[in-house]
């Protein structure tokens, strides 16, 4: 009887190692485990979305509701052949105000500046610098102006809440 137990033991034995060697295919041990790809959710979020959660977080989001005020000065010439007085006081102006706008804008958003230079037998032979500005300027206000000796000066203003700089011109 216990050769019968012990070949009874020895046969389930065998029949366990085996089995358990059969259940593990070779191309599953040759791969690793394929891990599921995480899901990926694409949502759109709006200035508005960003300020709410910015002021929920309590991130390093400052609030800054004071205003701000840009002034610039611009200069206008009157030009030479004018029909009267009135008109050379009248293209002076319009003359300064553009400078104005002009100047207003390159504040608010900056000057491209590209330059050139030209060497011809080792000296300097042409150098040209180009400035552009592109920009938009609403509000501004025109708070002095004056015309002496054919020229226009004008003072303008620009204001502004701190909040509303943040949105346009903070990056």
């Known amino acids: 009887m216990n050769r019968w137990i012990i070949s009874l033991f020895v046969g389930v034995s065998m029949l366990m190692l085996f089995a358990g060697c059969a259940l593990q295919s070779p191309i599953a041990a040759d791969k690793p485990e394929m891990k599921p790809e995480p899901k990926v959710i694409v949502q759109k979020v709006d200035r508005e979305d960003v300020k709410k959660i910015l002021e929920e977080e309590k991130l390093l989001y400052i609030e800054n509701n004071a205003e701000k005020t840009f002034a610039v000065n611009g200069e206008g010439i009157a030009p030479q052949n004018t029909v009267s007085p009135a008109q050379a006081m009248a293209l002076a102006k319009r003359a300064a105000v553009a400078d104005a706008y002009r100047q207003m804008a390159e504040k608010l958003y900056g000057v491209k500046i590209s330059a050139k230079d030209t060497i011809k037998d080792a000296a300097l032979y042409d150098s040209r610098i180009v400035s552009q500005v592109d920009g938009l ?24 809440s701190g909040r509303r700089w943040q949105e346009i011109f903070a990056y």
């Open 137 to 160: 300027v609403k509000d501004a206000t025109i708070v002095e102006n004056s015309f002496k000796d054919g020229l226009y000066k004008v003072r303008m203003e620009l204001t502004m």
